[in-house]
Nanobody, 123 residues
Framework: QVQLVESGGGLVQAGGSLRLSCAAS????????MGWFRQAPGKEREFVAA????????TYADSVKGRFTISRDNAKNTVYLQMNSLKPEDTAVYYC????????????????WGQGTQVTVSS
């Protein structure tokens, strides 16, 4: 198991930027592929971005491609989500997640989750 703690959420105007961080502890962080998901009120949790354990491969949801960037620093046991050109529809609770099997876009493939951080984008 790995423990995950997100930070960096907040209120930002449309067009602005935020950087989310997810700090990991417990098992060796570099063993895990990492993902970011989000959930808006009344909606299903949806995939945002994922990164392999080496950081060599990433994948993004179409809705954030070109605006968001996922990265990781294994020396700091941290994964990041840089969010630029934010839109009101990006408003959600953002979660990071970890699993050891590969790079997946489906929430049920991840067995370690953080508590989430709120991102609110005003128009």
């Amino acid at each position: 198991q790995v423990q995950l703690v997100e930070s960096g959420g907040g209120l930002v105007q449309a067009g602005g930027s935020l950087r989310l961080s997810c700090a990991a502890s417990g098992r060796t962080f570099s063993m895990f592929a990492m993902g970011w998901f989000r959930q808006a009120p009344g909606k299903e949790r949806e995939f945002v971005a994922a990164i392999t354990w080496t950081g060599g491969r990433t994948t993004y949801a179409d809705s954030v491609k070109g605006r968001f960037t996922i990265s990781r620093d294994n020396a700091k046991n941290t994964v990041y989500l840089q969010m630029n050109s934010l839109k009101p529809e990006d408003t959600a609770v953002y979660y990071c997640a970890a699993q050891t099997s590969g790079i997946y876009t489906i929430p049920r493939r991840y067995d370690n989750w953080g508590q989430g951080t709120q991102v609110t984008v005003s128009s």
